[in-house]
């Protein structure tokens, strides 16, 4: 991401409610059209963080830059930002041109660049052909679409996401996240997503965020948060990891960077489970020292079998607490 140029700031970011920290301190850098991920549990503050950004909370403290310019006093409607939920609220009365056109009627823009605008936004979500239709006539990607032109036809410089794909079943929710990720490549806007969904983070962000108890944990690219988690929490919440004591020292190990052997160097273990979950096998190990770990593999020996473990030192990560 270097050479990005810098279109948001969050600076000393804090939204205390009572004596409940729902955001503790964060700062962060925004760069011009990428696709940033936020990602944690619930209750981390990626929701708040994603409220505040919008205007539809304000901070207790710090202050939220664009273009060295805090949005802080400028309530919603005024930012050059636009929201999409996981619930589209879309008018059922309403045909889908009319629902992506609805804040420029409110905002009185001329009639003809109106029509001009909604032609673009539809034409960027693949819903031209469908503007005459009613919501109730459309699938739950297509309602998704016609929110997503709804807030792009209002030209903003960064689109906020909230688990916007959280109500569709999990084939259209894979379907989806390419066609947002192709869309926000098209279009270079800046896009903000939250989710609690690590495979959705990893699939579709230049940068990931991970959040937790109202605190920053790490940011990087996909590769970085997977290859190298710097805690626990992270090694643990995004993708599968085994998590040992070697030497004094916790480490992060893959499943699919553990060998197996039957014989040679390494540490001897038993196989106590073993999952065929498709194009592999997860194989649960009990080391001699008590400690359990899972391997994938092709070729799963039986449960019971003695097993030497190994893996290349150079994938094992050190992490801390």
Known sequence: M???????ELRGLSRRFGDFVALDDVNL?????????????????????????AGFDIPTAG???????DLAPLPPFRRPVNTVFQHYALFPHMTVRDNVGYGLRMQKVAPAEITS?????????RLA???GRMPKQLSGGQQQRVALARALVNRPRVLLLDEPLGALDLKL?????????????????????????QEEALTMSDRIV?????????VGTPREMYDCPRTRYVADFIGDTNLLRIGGNEISIRPEHIQLAMAGDGKKGVIDAVTFVGSTSRVGV??????????????????GAAIIVRWDTSRAVIVRE
């Open 2 to 8: 270097s050479g990005r140029t810098e279109l948001l």
């Open 29 to 53: 850098s925004v760069h011009a059209g990428e696709f940033l991920t936020v990602l944690g549990a619930s209750g981390s503050g990626k929701t708040t963080t994603l409220r505040l950004i």
């Open 63 to 69: 202050a939220i830059l664009m273009d060295g310019v």
């Open 117 to 125: 605008r909604v032609d673009e936004a539809l034409a960027m979500v």
């Open 129 to 131: 052909e469908l503007g």
């Open 173 to 197: 929710r894979r379907e989806m996240q390419l066609e947002l990720k192709q869309l926000q490549t098209q279009v270079g806007i800046t896009f903000i997503y939250v989710t609690h969904d």
């Open 210 to 218: 991970l959040m937790r108890a109202g605190r920053i944990e790490q």
């Open 286 to 303: 009990r080391l001699s020292d008590g400690q359990t770990l899972v391997a994938l593999t092709n070729t799963p020996p039986e449960i």
